[in-house]
């Protein structure tokens, strides 16, 4: 069926064309994102200056605002928000969802998702989730305040924290709601990719994006479900009287509560079975994207692509088992915490591979320091950072210290926020022409890039040294604490880097929005890249390939052969013409 | 495509600045102030794998970052240079050197340093002469208990909790009669094993002393123990890490080290003026 076919609703919509709901999902994805991003604002201005007065905020939040002061249980509301919006519905929907739907089928030669009804529904599942989790915000006692962990009995018990009411039970169907979206979409993925590539597309010569896509997929669809179930059961312990995770004996606001026999302990096996794997999730197709980008801009090969996708099946298979991290000083037997810590050690091989990997494809090469480059670049020297400081934090014996402070903070920002971020954002510059028909301004771009660095080294790399000192993280105010007031100063700088940071991205929105309407006409392929998605038209049709699906003759990423004409030879090309590199 | 390089003189060099220096400033400048004095033995081998992890990650972050920047400022220049194609051979020797060095810092340390520090103190029984303190927080407060002379807890029962008996000490209990309660300090000497027993009334605390670097959840339902030998005296401040509500940020306790001296001077006078039941 034909984009003429079909009227507007159906076109722009309720469509089934996996291109439209990948947009609609990076969309979505970045209006959380602003909500997620003023909220980490307002959290930061709390910090810096405890207990000002600020009186624009009070009309908008007439309850946590109250006379323009933020009070203490809607801090932890904004921490909470937060986080949630930001893991699941922000980098999820845009890296994962909206790029993956929008790259698999185009760059493994197909016309659409292997479901394409089952793509458009999970989208308005993930948009309903999106809805249901804003809700909260306008629940009686306030958004959900049990922190994105949601550890109960907090999380459990309605009078233990005055968003532990209603708020806390919409996070709570909301999550359930995400995780079933996303095991849809996972499905569809490996279904897509498993068994509609064109022909001549082997599992050798997939881009290693949708590798990346292809083992994320995978993670998501064995690690997420039990959270659904945990979920459930505490809706069930929150309303229906059971104790699955609640024991005996428990005297809250001087009230003795009848619940008996469960373990709160339960409850982090369950979620961090999903939380860690979901780091995954979303790292791995920041590192594939990357992996896309750099040859474009370096005009040579990727170094190492067996090697890399191998390191993205072991790091999926090894980041289902090494959760218990998360738990060391939990209570969890201290046994099992030696376990943990050696098979968490484990991934860093494999994440140094990949690490060297990036550098050796920057190594040797021309270089062309446009916006999508720099952000990959950005996003190599993000995932040592992050990956250095995950070391800290997967051993045992450091972890006694740094378990709950800012050094955590900074590490996941650096891991879960930068790499995540920097990779959507050359994803959007690189993809964007292919989208959308016109290229981006690189002047902005450029500006938007040099301020989010340097922004972000100064929070998150000045976050892990004030953790170090021992700053627990998800505190309202550090006014109390001797121990902790030579890091007042640190702070208040990073409150400053914050706002820079938050600029930035409006610059980002704003230069998104112009070149949407008034950017430079892209062709087919403006950056002279190799694989499939780059011999459609910008943007492509509905279905992708008028005619008959490509014929795959070359890996993905033949740059500079010897004998080439050109310096980059597509997949489709004759094989007779040039040497096959790979 | 010449023009794409044309352009890139002055940027290569400001984004090849940009890994080698500004993320090394960032480093020299935080470390100014980490980590607080420390106060207890145990500590010194926690110490010890953060010192040996800031030093081997600290010189990979280094020399990634300059590596980094050198290769953007290097490869980034007009005119056509001949790219360097990596052999499988080189790419296969890379993936193992670096595999090798991850095993050995990343497990390395793991094994040599963490293991015997973690497994001594939170896998091993305290020795026999150690302090027992139970220490039961809640929502905002840390509740402590002795023994008392006897050297036994009484029973509690969480049903027997009300305003004025706080973690429900049974009254009926003979062994409970001794037991010395307080709200927010407690007491050890220097240089004496110290056992923490730690519960919790409401929802999931974690105890923690930076000086000391003693952290540990209280889980409702659950009795952990925790143990550790302080060095110091002082009096130091003991917050709560785990998000407990709304109160979380001024759950502030006191950790008062005496000395031996002083600490039976502190027990003669406050255990026999004040007792349960």
Redesign the interface.
Same mark, same amino acid.
């Given at each position: 069926m034909t984009d003429k076919e079909l009227g507007f609703v159906r076109r722009y919509i309720f469509s089934t064309d996996h291109k439209i709901i990948g947009i609609q999902y990076i969309l979505t994805g970045f209006l959380m994102a602003l909500v997620g991003g003023a909220l980490a604002m307002m959290m930061r201005m709390q910090i810096a200056w405890p207990g000002r007065q600020w009186g624009f905020l009070e009309a908008l939040f007439p309850n946590g605002m109250a006379g323009g002061i933020m009070?203490?249980?809607f801090y932890?509301s904004l921490?909470t928000m937060h986080g949630t919006i930001m893991v699941f519905f922000f980098i999820s929907y845009v890296l994962v969802s909206g790029f993956g739907n929008y790259l698999i089928p185009v760059q493994i030669g197909a016309r659409d998702m292997a479901f394409p009804f089952l793509n458009m529904l999970s989208y308005w599942l993930a948009a309903l989730s999106a809805l249901v989790m804003l809700a909260s915000f306008f629940a009686p006692g306030g958004a959900a305040?049990?922190?994105w962990t949601a550890?109960p009995?907090?999380s459990a018990?309605a009078s233990?924290?005055?968003g532990s009411g209603l708020g806390q039970t919409l996070w709570l169907l909301a999550m359930a709601l995400f995780i079933f979206s996303f095991t849809l979409s996972g499905l569809n993925y490996i279904a897509t990719i498993l068994s509609m590539r064109a022909p001549g597309m082997s599992m050798w010569r997939l881009p290693l994006t949708v590798w990346s896509y292809f083992v994320s997929a995978v993670v998501g669809v064995l690690a997420f479900p039990p959270l659904t179930a945990a979920a459930i059961m505490l809706l069930f312990d929150r309303h229906f009287g059971t104790s699955f995770f609640?024991?005996? @004996?428990? $005297?809250?606001? &001087?009230e003795?509560l009848p619940h008996q026999g469960?373990?709160?302990?339960l409850w982090q096996h369950l979620f961090w079975f999903l939380g860690h794997p979901e780091v995954y999730v979303l790292i791995l197709p920041a590192l594939g994207v990357v992996f896309d980008i750099l040859p474009a801009f370096?005009?040579?090969?990727v170094?190492?692509y067996r090697?890399t996708a191998w390191c993205y099946l072991a790091i999926g298979a090894l980041g289902m088992i090494v959760w218990g991290h998360h738990m060391f000083?939990?209570?969890m037997n201290?046994?099992s915490?030696?376990y943990f810590?050696?098979m968490t050690?484990?991934i860093?091989?494999p994440?140094?591979?990949i690490?060297?990997?990036m550098? @050796?494809s $920057?190594?040797? &090469?021309?270089?062309?320091?446009?916006t999508p480059m720099?952000f990959a670049?950005g996003l190599?020297?993000f995932f040592?950072?992050g990956g250095?400081g995950g070391?800290?934090l997967?051993?045992?014996?450091?972890d006694?210290?740094l378990?709950?402070?800012y050094f955590v903070v900074g590490h996941f920002h650096f891991m879960i926020g930068g790499v995540t971020l920097l990779g959507t954002y050359a994803a959007i510059y690189f993809w964007f022409p292919k989208m959308f028909g016109r290229m981006m301004n690189e002047t902005l771009g450029?500006i938007h890039f040099w301020a989010t660095?340097?922004a972000f080294?100064?929070i998150f790399?000045?976050q892990?040294?004030i953790g170090?000192?021992?700053t627990?993280?998800?505190?309202?105010?550090?006014i109390?604490?001797?121990?902790l007031a030579?890091?007042r100063g640190?702070q208040t700088f990073v409150t400053f880097a914050a706002f820079v940071m938050g600029a930035a991205q409006l610059l980002f929105a704003v230069n998104f929005c112009w070149s949407l309407l008034k950017g430079r006409k892209a062709g087919v392929n403006p950056w002279?890249a190799t694989t499939l998605e780059w011999t459609l038209p910008s943007p492509p049709p509905h279905g992708n390939w008028t005619g008959e699906l490509p014929t795959v003759e070359r890996w993905a990423y033949e740059?500079?052969a010897d004998e080439a004409e050109e310096d980059f030879t597509g997949q489709t090309v004759d094989a007779s013409s040039v040497p096959v590199t790979f | 495509?010449a023009d794409?390089?044309s352009q890139?003189r002055f940027?290569?060099i400001a984004?090849g600045l940009?890994?080698m220096v500004?993320?090394v400033a960032?480093?020299a400048l935080?470390?100014r102030?980490?980590?607080?004095e420390l106060a207890s033995r145990h500590g010194a081998?926690?110490d010890k794998?953060?010192v040996y992890?800031l030093v081997t990650?600290?010189a990979?972050?280094l020399v990634?970052?300059f590596?980094?920047g050198f290769?953007?400022w290097r490869?980034?220049r007009g005119g056509?240079?001949q790219?360097?194609?990596?052999s499988p051979k080189m790419?296969?020797n890379?993936?193992i050197?670096?595999?090798l060095?991850?095993?050995l810092?990343?497990?390395g340390?793991?094994?040599a340093?963490?293991?015997p520090?973690?497994?001594e103190y939170?896998?091993s029984a305290p020795p026999g002469d150690a302090l027992t303190v139970e220490v039961t927080p809640?929502?905002f407060a840390w509740n402590v208990r002795y023994p008392g002379a006897d050297g036994v807890f009484g029973e509690t029962?969480?049903?027997l909790?009300e305003?004025n008996n706080p973690i429900g000490v049974d009254p009926e209990d003979p062994r409970g009669k001794d037991d010395y309660t307080a709200i927010n300090q407690i007491h050890v000497p220097v240089g004496r094993p110290v056992r923490v027993r730690l519960r919790s009334?409401?929802?999931?605390h974690?105890f923690?002393l930076?000086?000391f670097?003693?952290?540990?959840?209280?889980?409702?339902?659950?009795t952990?123990e925790v143990w550790f030998v302080p060095t110091k005296t002082g009096r130091?401040?003991l917050?709560?890490?785990?998000?407990?509500?709304?109160?979380?940020?001024?759950m502030?306790g006191f950790f008062n080290v005496l000395t031996a001296e002083d600490f039976e001077t502190w027990k003669s006078e406050t255990f026999a003026a004040e007792e349960v039941g």
């Open positions: 009070t203490p249980e932890i921490v305040a049990a922190g550890y009995p907090l018990i233990a924290v005055p609640l024991p005996d @004996g428990l $005297v809250v606001a &001087g003795h469960g373990t709160p302990l370096t005009r040579k090969p170094f190492g090697m000083v939990s209570g201290p046994y915490g030696e810590s050696i050690m484990v860093t091989i994440s140094a591979i690490g060297v990997n550098l @050796g $920057v190594w040797g &090469g021309s270089i062309r320091l446009k720099l670049l190599i020297a040592g950072t250095f070391i800290f997967g051993n045992a014996t450091a006694i210290q378990h709950d402070t450029k660095i340097v080294y100064s790399l000045t892990h040294f170090l000192a021992g627990p993280r998800r505190y309202y105010a550090f109390d604490y001797e121990f030579p890091m640190m002279r740059y500079s | 495509m794409d390089n890139g940027e290569a984004v940009l890994f500004l993320a960032m480093v935080g470390s102030d980490w980590l607080p081998g926690v794998m953060l992890l990650t600290g990979m972050f990634g970052h590596v980094l290769f953007v490869y980034t056509g240079v790219n360097r194609m990596a790419e296969r890379w993936s050197a670096l595999g060095l991850m095993t810092v990343a497990e340390g793991v094994l340093i963490g293991m520090t973690w497994t939170f896998a809640e929502q029962d969480s049903s909790i305003l009334k409401d929802v999931i974690s923690f930076p000086q670097r003693v952290k540990q959840d209280a889980v409702p339902g659950m952990i130091y401040e917050p709560c890490t785990e998000l407990c509500g709304l109160g979380h940020y001024r502030k």
